[in-house]
């Protein structure tokens, strides 16, 4: 404990250079080539993560009325009909199928997480050799956990949080209006109850 104070900085200097000289390589690519790779990157390291032991005592309920046809959430409505619509079309009629419907959409939404994360450290972070261990840092954080297969309602409604405060903190710094944030925020309420509350903040726009 009294050593480690020492090595610190030096550490974290030696693993900024290397993240930043990092993001300048990647950002010489094509964009076409980040996008991919943006999808492809998260999906695959979300997807290695997956296990059966991330469906919890309310994940089996929440397959059990995919299956059965009933709506899985009075509180998450958009996600019950988002769920529904998709089982319909893909035809899910198993608990295993169903979960790997989930599945799809907690890592799908974990992408979008991810690519919005990176937006909010560009706009409030001006060094670029912070920027990348930073989201290092947000990315290998416990919420994690919720794309990598999360049989539960929460997922997409954390990935829209930070599409959210991304275009939250754009309007702070006058990059945008707040008729971006007010339908922001009612799609928000749709995917899931729990978003109201961050209706304090469209008060303090």
Request: hydrophobic fraction near 55%.
């Amino acid at each position: 404990m009294i050593v480690l104070p020492l090595f610190r900085r030096p550490i974290y200097k030696f693993l900024a250079t290397l993240c930043a000289d990092f993001s300048k390589k990647i950002n010489r690519f094509p964009a076409i080539f980040r996008l991919i790779m943006w999808i492809v990157i998260p999906a695959l390291l979300f997807f290695l993560l997956r296990s059966n032991s991330y469906i919890p005592g309310d994940g089996h309920l929440i397959l059990s009325h995919v299956v059965s046809g009933e709506r899985i959430s009075s509180t998450a409505i958009g996600f019950s009909i988002l769920v529904k619509a998709l089982s319909g079309l893909l035809d899910v009629t198993t608990p295993a199928e169903a979960a790997w419907m989930i599945a799809s959409i907690s890592i799908l939404s974990g992408i979008v997480y991810l690519f919005f994360l990176s937006n909010i450290l560009r706009l409030v972070i001006p060094h670029n050799s912070q920027r990348p261990l930073l989201f290092l840092c947000g990315a290998a954080c416990g919420l994690t956990v919720l794309f990598t297969g999360y049989v539960e309602t929460y997922p997409i409604v954390i990935a829209w949080l930070a599409v959210y405060i991304n275009y939250a903190v754009r309007f702070i710094q006058g990059k945008s209006g707040v008729m971006t944030l007010v339908p922001l925020f009612v799609i928000g309420m749709f995917w899931h109850i729990w978003f109201i509350a961050f209706l304090p903040s469209l008060f303090f726009a």
